[in-house]
């Protein structure tokens, strides 16, 4: 059973345009987090799905930060117009039971 | 709302010596509880949790940890480390009735030789 797969690792945008991070939870898990690592810091949640729906997102920026988790394909977490305080390390997490969570090796947003 | 404090930000330990992580949390509701590690450039990787029962929790690698609830802690430990312990360690919290994981800060752990 493979893990959490996360891509792409690393990322580098520049500030303005758009970054897409993708996750592709464990095979029978249907709840999906992001939680995102700045420097020295440590996780901080962000967005809770589930298949179609955002369960919670009361951890997401109001502006230019979104979420989503298709039917069919993986999550995205989708960050407009970068500035370069986006620059952090976003983790996924699944989770087959609301309770243990599974994370991925992560991607490192570089904002120049 | 949970939060999470862990009380050392670094800790340095020589190798095959013990050490303890400490964790404290605060909450108005039953909590579950859990340790991660962080290895380099790495995702998390679940050290243990307690979720109920027993209040001493073995996990992999060697390391436990203990409930104490009447004290809202939640200390990891490991009798004897071996250098590829260094990494960061965080401990986390989430409500029974949640969905989502509130971490502290992490220690980051260095064994030396």
């Known amino acids: 059973n493979a893990g959490v797969m996360q891509n792409p690792r690393h990322l580098v945008r520049r500030r303005g345009q758009e970054a897409r991070l993708r996750c592709s939870p464990m095979?029978?898990?249907?709840?999906v987090y992001w939680y995102r690592q700045l420097p020295e810091e440590g996780l901080k949640f962000m967005v809770y799905l589930q298949k179609e729906n955002i369960i919670d997102e009361s951890g997401m920026p109001k502006e230019r930060f979104s979420a989503e988790f298709p039917k069919e394909g993986p999550s995205i977490l989708r960050i407009q117009q970068v500035v370069r305080g986006d620059s952090a390390a976003y983790f996924c997490?699944?989770?087959?039971?609301?309770?243990?969570?599974?994370f991925g090796s992560g991607t490192q947003l570089s904002v120049l | 709302a949970q939060s999470v404090t862990q009380l050392d930000s670094q800790v340095p330990v020589f190798e095959e010596a013990p050490v303890e992580l400490r964790c404290n949390y605060s909450s108005s509701v039953s909590v579950y509880l859990f340790w991660y590690v962080q290895y380099p450039n790495q995702g998390l990787q679940l050290l243990l949790k307690?979720?109920?029962?027993?209040?001493l929790v073995k996990g992999i690698n060697g390391f436990e940890a203990e409930f104490n609830k009447s004290q809202t802690s939640f200390h990891l430990r490991k009798p004897s480390v071996h250098i590829s312990d260094t990494a960061e360690y965080f401990c986390?919290?989430?409500?029974?009735?949640?969905?989502?994981?509130?971490f502290g800060g992490g220690t980051r752990v260095l064994v030396k030789p």
């Open positions: 307690y979720l109920s029962g027993s209040t």
């Open positions: 986390a919290v989430s409500a029974r009735a949640g969905n989502k994981l509130t």
């Open positions: 095979k029978g898990h249907s709840h």
């Open positions: 997490a699944s989770s087959p039971n609301l309770i243990e969570l599974f």
